[in-house]
């Protein structure tokens, strides 16, 4: 009981030193894992020792995550994802799966070498989806494509399982071998049996959770107590966990199943809440464990082999990652993100090449150099994800040393300067009006893709005098800035006033204190972003509560008014910060009587408000 105290206080102090060091470099959270793990193991300070039994007990927070991940994926959203699981999946694990066993072929019999093709093609769901999520890139067009192929590596781990048992008897002949006790032995079935038995588990899954959870939970729920309800989610994961490892099947797949099933639930939230703790934690002492397994004896003294096979690895899944998705008509950027992010062995490695070497499918001489291999291609994803990221900055600062576009003089009476977010609606709503500005943009990417839906967008840094020039700065009557960067928009106001005095200006800003620093600069219209917006979300949400349309839009009217008035007074108080926040919270607190529309000048702008002549108020 102590030693096990005292190895779980290090994995925790660990990962509490190691993870902000490492976010705080930017380098992520698992490679601070990594690198903890590396520093407590027999390799660094041997602070602990049985990393093997250690590993069995983490592998649990994959299983989590990917229940988690079932939650998030609707049956039906799950279907309509069938083509790209299929499709862009299949590919990358059997064109990868042949790829390796060719060339592994010329060195292993080639049951060994379709072994270690198949175990080799996966990637690493922990790694990969941890690192996305972090980066917020998840629900990118790369991010679902890396997420269908993660899902069918997953699912082919299934036939794997299954496979390599056959491969050992065309292969290595095992003698005494020992099996883990377990709840039940199917493999001392008919082959029908078997089948049966693991295509029974699926379906009791299924049905179990579509039918009989939902019950189970909402009287758990009823009772009130929380703790109960923890209780149960944990016990759903363990248990379809359980049953799965029973049939042969992989853990993983059966949570994946129970959390589908259950994302129509209405406790799908509730239980993501309740998992989710449990889950990161269980999955960064997996990473560390993984820093913590790597066997520097071995690595040293076969680094050749091992660094080969590393470079071999990442290289060829990269190659056939990055044909993959041209094949599939990804975008540039996105090809790049999916090449990177999969080119790495997975945490399935290290469960498969286990089995096949109890099953007699490889031997140990072959094993350990490609699980350490493994082990260093999913330590060097992290790194490789900040190189990427870095290469793809750098290709973007290459792409604003373009030279911006010519213009053609046509008279224009409007400029607008940014197209990207709040752009791009302005420029629209302006060209169905029957105003046709000059657009300009900074980001060459942005550019290609709006004229590829027709609109003429040039390129080109806006605060360069040459450019405005070009754009006709010079007889056009506005410039509307609707960049999203606050110091280039007010480097391009600047010198607009500068050398253009006689054009209005109208600029948004990102928040109330841009606002302020528009306002330093004499700009009279200046739009905060978000303000409309959270209006907008405001009515929409008091009629859903039952209230009159029109009153939410009187509301909505008047608080607009009440807001624009003040927000002089503040910008006078912006500086002296007790007077600012005690005038503040004074408005705040009439808020509520000034929107009962006591003033009459309230009454007459709700009355006006309606008509076209007063389309703002």
């Known amino acids: 009981m102590e030693s096990m105290l005292l190895e779980l206080f290090v994995f925790l102090a660990a990962a509490a030193i190691a993870v902000p060091i490492a976010k705080k470099l930017g380098l992520g959270s698992v490679l601070g894992y990594l690198v903890a793990g590396i520093a407590i193991g027999p390799f660094g300070l041997a602070l602990i020792h049985d990393i093997e039994e250690v590993m069995h007990i983490t592998e649990f927070g994959v299983v989590m995550m990917l229940f988690l991940v079932g939650l998030e994926l609707k049956p039906a959203l799950l279907w309509r994802m069938r083509l790209p699981i299929l499709g862009i999946g299949g590919t990358q694990v059997v064109a990868t799966s042949i790829a390796i066993a060719v060339i592994a072929a010329f060195f292993l019999p080639w049951q060994q070498a379709l072994a270690a093709g198949l175990i080799l093609s996966l ?41 390599l048992p056959l491969l050992a008897t065309l292969a290595i002949d095992h003698g005494g071998h020992h099996h883990e006790a377990a709840l039940f032995d199917i493999t001392a079935l008919p082959g029908y049996a078997r089948t049966l038995i693991t295509l029974g588990a699926i379906v009791f899954v299924v049905i179990a959770g579509k039918f009989i959870c939902g019950p189970v939970f909402r009287a758990i729920a009823s009772t009130g107590v929380r703790e109960v309800f923890v209780a149960a989610a944990l016990a759903l994961v363990i248990g379809t966990s359980v049953l799965m490892i029973v049939v042969g099947l992989s853990p993983a797949l059966g949570a994946f199943l129970a959390g589908v099933m259950l994302a129509d639930s209405e406790f799908r939230h509730e239980l993501e809440s309740d998992i989710e703790p449990f889950k990161g934690l269980l999955l960064g002492v997996f990473f560390i464990t993984i820093g913590a397994s790597l066997n520097f004896t071995l690595i040293g003294s076969s680094i050749g082999l091992i660094l080969a096979i590393v470079a071999g690895l990442m290289v060829l899944k990269w190659l056939i990652l990055a044909v993959t998705a041209r094949v599939y008509k990804m975008g540039r950027q996105d090809r790049s993100l999916f090449a990177v992010a999969l080119a790495q062995g997975g945490e399935f490695a290290f469960v498969l090449f286990q089995i096949a070497k109890s099953k007699g ?7 350990d150099p490609l699980v350490s291999a493994v082990a260093i291609s999913m330590f060097l994803t992290p790194i490789v994800f900040l190189l990427h990221d870095k290469l793809h900055r750098a290709e973007a600062d290459e792409d604003s040393a373009q030279e911006p576009d010519s213009i053609e003089q046509q008279n224009h009476r409007v400029i607008l300067a940014g197209f990207g977010r709040l752009g791009i609606d302005v420029g629209r709503f302006l060209l169905t009006a029957g105003v046709k500005p000059v657009i300009l943009d900074h980001d060459v990417s942005n550019v290609r893709i709006l004229r590829q839906y027709g609109f003429e967008v040039y390129y080109g840094d806006a605060t360069r005098l040459d450019l ?12 509307i800035v609707a960049i999203g960067d606050t110091d280039r928009a007010k480097r391009l106001i600047e010198t607009t006033q500068k050398h253009y005095p006689n054009m209005k200006v109208i600029t948004s800003a990102a928040n109330r204190d841009a606002a302020y620093e528009m306002m330093d600069l004499d700009v009279a219209n200046v739009f905060r972003e978000t303000f409309g917006t959270a ?15 029109y009153e939410a839009r009187r509301l909505g009217l008047i608080f607009k008014k009440k807001d624009h008035e003040m927000m002089p007074e503040l910008y006078e108080l912006r500086c002296e910060k007790e007077a600012y926040l005690s005038f503040y919270q004074q408005r705040h607190e009439n808020l509520k009587a000034v929107m009962e529309l006591d003033n009459p000048e309230d009454q007459k702008a709700v009355a006006t408000a309606w008509t076209a002549k007063n389309p703002e108020l």
């Open 123 to 163: 990637s690493s769901t922990a790694i990969v989806l941890q690192t996305l999520q972090e980066k917020g890139q998840m629900d990118t067009g790369a991010g679902r494509s890396i997420f269908a192929v993660l899902l069918f590596q997953d699912l082919a781990v299934i036939p794997m399982l299954a496979g």
């Open 468 to 479: 405005l020039e070009s754009a006709g700065a010079r007889e056009a009557d506005l410039l």
């Open 535 to 549: 209006l907008d979300l405001g009515q929409a949400a008091l009629e859903q509560l039952g209230t009159n349309p």
């Open 361 to 367: 499918v490889m031997p140990t001489s072959t094993i």
